[in-house]
């Protein structure tokens, strides 16, 4: 069960090696969350992840999970549940893609879409079901800033996030009054690593950052969370620019 502060005491992480998820997973465990279920498709990274959030004390188990396998989620996710109730469900896995790969490849386009979409449509409907017969509990969503107005240059991710944000919105909506959250996190471009000496590129935000705008929505039942905060004035304008206009911009 959630905390008096609405925080969770166990996680299942859709896509257990994200750096979202994982940096999420351990501002979580530091606030005492203490079952972590890590799912993903097995891997040594998956392995060595589950590792080091042992080592912060908390219990963990990783279990096979594959987007684009939409046919086995009820029978994963469902095991999943069958072994206690889950306080949070994260959905953070997702592809990025090569855009222009992926424009002269087709399939490779279609494969996007299937793991960021057509995949969190799947897991998310039968996390949803699982968290509303359970009576409580959250599912968080990682959309992205891309599915506010799709770019030039990462239209087919920009895409498939914009449609996985509508569905989780709807879902939310229909999860309204059952004692379920559904929060949509939308972060924006993220520093690589490599920039952290860097000067800061301005809006851009770190795993970490995320993390932390995870537990405050968390805390405060938030709908909506864009990261860092200021990219929701940003983009409600660049929602609204012309197109000829918008595409001139250097986005
Ligand atoms: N990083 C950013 O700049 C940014 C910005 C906005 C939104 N987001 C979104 O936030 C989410 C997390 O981002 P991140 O940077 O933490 O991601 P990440 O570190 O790149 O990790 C992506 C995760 O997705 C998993 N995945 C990919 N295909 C999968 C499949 N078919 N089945 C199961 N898992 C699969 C990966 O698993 P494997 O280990 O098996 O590959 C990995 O766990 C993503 O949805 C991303 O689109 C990211």
Not at 124 to 150: D, I, K, N, P
Not at 213 to 226: D, M
């Amino acid at each position: 069960m959630k905390d008096a502060f609405g925080l969770p005491q166990s996680l299942l992480i859709l896509g257990g090696t994200s750096e979202i998820g994982l940096a999420t997973a351990r501002r979580l465990i530091a606030r005492r969350a203490r079952t972590v279920w890590l799912a993903g498709r097995p891997s040594p990274a998956l392995d060595t992840a589950a590792d080091r959030l042992r080592t912060l004390g908390a219990d963990v188990r990783t279990v096979a999970f594959d987007a684009l396998d939409p046919g086995s989620h009820e029978e994963v996710l469902g095991k999943v549940f069958a072994e206690g109730d889950i306080d949070l469900v994260l959905l953070a896995f997702g592809v990025l893609g090569d855009q222009a790969r992926d424009e002269a490849e087709p399939l490779a386009a279609v494969r996007v879409a299937q793991t960021n979409y057509t995949g969190a449509v799947s897991a998310g409907l039968v996390c949803a079901g699982a968290l509303q017969t359970q009576g409580h509990g959250s599912l968080v969503v990682l959309s992205s800033a891309a599915g506010e107005r799709a770019r030039r240059a990462d239209f087919i991710y920009g895409s498939s996030k914009a449609g996985l944000d509508a569905f989780a919105q709807g879902l939310g909506d229909a999860m309204y009054g059952t004692g379920v959250q559904v929060m949509v996190v939308r972060p924006g471009f993220m520093r690589p690593r490599t920039a952290a000496s860097r000067p800061e590129t301005p809006l851009a935000t770190t795993p970490e950052a995320v993390a932390t705008a995870i537990e405050l929505g968390l805390r405060r039942r938030s709908e909506t969370v864009w990261v860092p905060g200021a990219l929701r004035v940003v983009m409600a304008a660049v929602r609204h620019l012309p197109r000829p206009l918008f595409r001139r911009l250097p986005l």
